[in-house]
Each structure stands twice: as structure tokens, then as C-alpha cells.
């Protein structure tokens, strides 16, 4: 019998913001543990929080195998990892300071505007072991803030945003960021011309890559659901477009480097679509078993759950150029706030944009009316497909840059 533990630590202080001020502060410190054992091609799981008596979870992950739910893969074995990606940040009182000293700042210089919602900081710790070798250990830690900006005079339950999202806590970026936002929010502008031109979307936007990831499903490809069934192995988008499944320090975010079957890739990366060819798509021990699929590591569960397949940190490979360089002399339009677009089952693109700004490429110059942008899955990643930028050079962000179809809404 093999018989495996799935352990996860999560702790945060979280800042609540409303009407510019702290209103109030919460702190979590929250252990899960799922004990699995298999068996016959079955697999038990018991799971707990809190304190845990591990043989007492051990017994009743035993007896869940009489529920017979199969699994009848081979458990990861003989892998030995441990990584520790924190980095040093403020104390719990000294970020609450912290918090109060930005948002005094914040109300002096943006009086006519309202900022809500949160600050965090999260540590997390997971952990998989198994007697078959397995132990593998994740540490990170990520700071963010997620700020919703509301001017007074609106009518709007709110009118801008901001985010950061970073290892290390910095006061600076968090301004600057806001403070280009709201500096171009106040110029009023229009579109240079309609029709297709630049449009800037944030990397970790996934709007854009929504239907790839939905069509690039190892389930939906190996029962021919897949608009991309009949494709892999075949070219069928820009040489400029790369997609891969990353687990590199540099872009996980409250990600372990390992699924939650114990898969652990070469260098930290998998490459789904190289350079416009389809490779493969992504797939857990079940998918890639049952279509005969190569394992790709995208599982994911709760600690008391089977483990199911689940898309993990897709990233689009970026270019050698910067943001600006990828405009090539053009201005952009750099999407901000888009809510309640989609693409058709067949792949056509289309949302409109609430909040969207003009940029050269490394600034934000103007709010724009809201406005609308459409394309069409091949060719917003083929001949649309201008590449993604090898700079932070947007509000310190990547950025992806496709040439769309933009009008007024």
C-alpha cells in the first residue's frame, strides 16, 4: 500500500480598505492536511484542518478505499525538492504603519477620488510525501494590492483600479502605479483612428488566452471536443507565439513547482504551443493514461479531493522587444477594465472596455470613452499577434500587444 500525505499552510494579514482608510485588519493561519493511500488501483483520502492525529487520518483514508474510486496510475516516486522563494517584507505592525502612511499620501494627492478594497500579505507552505520517495516542499510568499479607485462626484460603484503583485513590499511602485493611473485618468482622449490598430492587454490578463486554454484541455482534445482535435502537431499560429506551463521562480505566484500528483517537469516548464505549432495540450496521470497524452503536470486538488485536471500558470513566452519597440512608433490601446466579453464556440473575439487608456509604450497619456474591441482566435495569435513585451514597462507590468478591431461602444 502506498500512502501519501498532502500537506498546506496558508497565512495572511489582510488590510481592509474602505473610504481611503484602514478599516479594519485580519490575520489567518490555516493548516490542511489530506492523508491518500493506494491500493488495487483505488485511491482513500481523509482530510483535516487544524491540528490533525495523523493515524487516526491514515485509518479513515483506509477505509474510503471500500468506496472504490479508481486511480490506477502510478504515484510519483523518488523525487527529493525543496524550494524557498520568500523574501524579507515588514512586520505585521510595521505594515499596518506602512498602510496608513500610503493611504495619507493617497488622500492628500487624490482628494476627488475614493480608494477600497485590500493589501495582503500571504505565506504559503505545501508539502507532498509519500513512502515511495516522494518529498517535495514549496515555500512562497506574495504581496499584493488590489486597490479600486472611485471618484466622489461618479455615479459608478467604481471607475479605475490598481494592483501590485510581488515578492517584496514597495511603496514607491504602488504610488507610481497609481499615480500614472490616475494622472491619464483625468486626460480625456480619443481614439487616433478606428478599425484595427494595437491593443494592449496586461500579461496576467487572461482574457485574451481564454479560449486557447478552454480548447488547449487534454480531456476535451482526447474526445474530440477540442477545436484543436484534429491539430497537434501542426502550425497554426504566429512563429511569435509561444505558450508554455511554467513553474520558474520568477513567474509563480502562490503556484507550487510541483501538481498535486507529485509531477515535477524538466527546468520548471512545459511547452504546449512552440513557436505557432500546437505541441500538445495539458494533461493529469487520468488524461494523459487515457488518450495517450504526454504528462504535463496539470493537476490540481484540495487537500480532501481526488486530483483532477486543472490549467496551471500558462504563460505566453516573451519577445525580445520592449513594449514601446512593439508599437514600432504607434500608439496603443492599453486595456484596462474589460468586463463581459467572450470568444464563440468557433472562436470569435469580442468584449467591451470600460476603462482603456492611449499609451507609447511607457506611459499611460489618456482615458478613452468605452469602447469596443473585437478579432478571431488564429488571427489574433497569427498575423495579429505582435508579441509580448520582455519589459515590466507598463504600471510594472509585461504586456501583450494584438492588432484588433477597436470602435466606440
Known amino acids: 500500500m502506498i500512502k501519501e500525505k498532502y500537506i498546506s499552510n496558508f497565512k495572511e494579514i489582510s488590510i481592509n480598505i474602505l473610504q481611503s482608510n484602514i478599516r479594519s485588519v485580519r490575520k489567518k493561519d490555516i493548516t490542511k492536511m489530506g492523508f491518500r493511500v493506494y491500493e488495487n488501483g483505488f485511491i482513500g483520502i481523509a482530510g483535516a484542518v487544524g491540528k490533525v492525529d495523523e493515524s487516526e487520518l491514515e485509518k479513515r483514508a483506509i477505509e474510503n478505499l471500500r468506496l472504490e474510486i479508481p486511480y490506477p496510475y502510478e504515484p510519483s516516486a523518488n523525487l527529493v525538492k525543496k524550494v524557498d522563494y520568500r523574501k524579507e517584507v515588514l512586520s505585521h505592525e510595521e505594515l499596518v504603519k506602512e498602510i496608513e502612511e500610503l493611504f495619507k499620501l493617497l488622500r492628500e494627492e487624490f482628494p476627488d477620488f475614493i480608494f477600497s478594497n485590500n493589501i495582503y500579505i500571504q505565506d504559503f507552505e505545501t508539502k507532498l510525501i509519500n513512502n515511495k520517495g516522494v518529498d517535495l516542499t514549496h515555500i512562497d510568499r506574495i504581496v499584493a494590492a488590489a486597490i479600486i479607485i472611485k471618484e466622489k462626484d461618479s455615479v459608478n460603484v467604481f471607475d479605475a483600479f490598481s494592483s501590485y503583485v510581488d515578492r517584496e513590499y514597495s511603496r514607491e511602485k504602488i504610488l507610481n502605479n497609481i499615480r500614472e493611473t490616475l ?25 485574451p488566452l481564454k479560449k486557447i486554454i478552454e480548447e488547449m484541455n487534454g480531456y476535451k482534445v482526447g474526445t474530440g471536443a477540442s477545436l484543436f482535435k484534429d491539430f497537434i502537431g501542426e502550425k497554426k499560429f504566429s512563429d511569435k507565439f509561444t505558450l508554455y506551463q511554467s513553474a520558474e521562480e520568477e513567474e509563480l505566484t502562490g503556484v507550487e513547482f510541483f501538481d498535486a500528483e507529485g509531477v515535477v517537469n524538466p527546468d520548471y516548464r512545459y511547452t504546449l504551443i512552440e513557436n505557432g505549432k500546437i505541441i500538445t495540450p495539458y494533461t493529469d496521470k487520468k488524461t494523459a493514461s487515457e488518450f495517450n497524452l504526454p504528462l504535463t503536470g496539470s493537476a490540481s486538488s484540495e487537500y480532501d479531493k481526488v486530483p483532477s485536471l486543472t490549467p496551471r500558470n500558462l504563460v505566453v513566452k516573451s519577445s525580445d522587444k520592449t513594449l514601446k519597440e512593439l508599437l514600432n512608433g504607434q500608439l496603443g490601446i492599453a486595456v484596462l477594465i474589460a468586463s463581459g466579453g467572450d470568444f464563440t464556440q468557433e472562436g470569435v473575439f469580442g468584449t467591451p472596455v470600460q476603462l482603456a487608456f492611449l499609451t507609447d509604450g511607457e506611459k499611460l497619456l489618456g482615458r478613452l470613452p468605452e469602447l469596443t474591441i473585437s478579432g478571431e482566435l488564429y488571427s489574433m495569435f497569427g498575423d495579429d499577434f505582435v508579441g509580448k513585451s520582455q519589459n515590466k514597462g507598463l504600471l510594472d507590468n509585461k504586456t501583450m500587444v494584438f492588432n484588433l478591431e477597436v470602435d466606440y461602444i
Open 183 to 207: 494622472t491619464a485618468y483625468r486626460n480625456k482622449v480619443e481614439l487616433p483612428i478606428k478599425g484595427k490598430q494595437p491593443v494592449v492587454f496586461f500579461a496576467d490578463d487572461m482574457l
